[in-house]
Structures are given as C-alpha cells and as structure tokens.
C-alpha cells in the first residue's frame, strides 16, 4: 500500500457559518508554537482580552476567548450562570436552540421553550408571554 501526501483542493465551503479560512488565518497556522505559560503566549491572549473587551465594550477583568463552536460558549454561560432549580427561557427555532435546551436540563435548571418554525425569527411577543408566565425565571 502506498501512502501518498493529502493535499485538498481550494473549495467555497457551503455549510453554516463562516466556512471558508483567510489566507492570512492559514499564513498564521504556519507559525511556529509556543506553550500556553510562555510569557508570549500570556502577552498575547492579554492584547486579545483588550481586543474582546473594546469589541464588546466592557471593562470586566474576566474577559476570555473560548476557543470553540459557539455552542461552547453558551455552554460556558449556562454553567457559569445557572443553578439547579432555576427556570430559564430558551427560543428554539432551529438545532441550536434544542442544544441550549439540553444544557440548561444538564445544569439541572427547567427549560421553558418558546418554540417558533425552524429557520425563521422567535417571535418577540411569545417570548414576552413566556417571560409574562414564568417570572422567576432567572434569564
């Protein structure tokens, strides 16, 4: 059996999100690596916090990068934000939104759905009824 390099060919990636990577961000994988407790390292994830923190325009000292899918981060929210007990509100018009559902019943929180066709926007006026009928709700 012969083993041979595995170059892909340059294709428009069709699927969610932004598919397709900058040849600047390619550029940059070429880079050599350096641990997470280099002093570069810490200096450089510091100038991104500071980049984060103007985007979003907060001064909070915990200001981090998640790197991961989107559906990490909000997973990263839940679990920093909700207790066992809590009833959050969660919009579902889509996979993601069963996602958030599943990771507010894992924090051990109730899950009260506002659901609206997948692929269209939630209707702010069931959200306020869903926000009128639970008010302790915490988010």
């Known amino acids: 059996m012969t083993i041979s390099r595995f170059i892909p060919p340059r294709r428009t990636l069709m699927g969610p999100g932004p598919s ?22 810490v200096g450089m994830m510091d100038e991104v916090k500071s980049l984060l923190q103007y ?19 909000m997973e990263t929210c839940f679990v920093n934000l909700i207790e066992p007990g809590d009833t959050v509100i969660v919009c579902r018009n889509g996979v993601f939104g069963d996602r958030m559902r599943e990771n507010v019943e894992r924090c051990g929180a109730k899950a009260v759905m506002v659901d609206d066709e997948w692929g269209k926007p939630v209707d702010p006026a069931k959200v306020e009824q869903a926000l009128n009928d639970n008010p302790d709700a915490r988010f």
């Open 55 to 73: 985007a979003f325009q907060t001064e909070n000292a915990f200001t981090i990068a998640v790197s991961a899918p989107g559906s990490a981060g």
């Open 20 to 41: 397709d990577v900058s040849p600047r961000v390619l550029q940059a994988l070429s880079q050599p690596t350096i641990g997470h407790l280099d002093p570069l390292f």
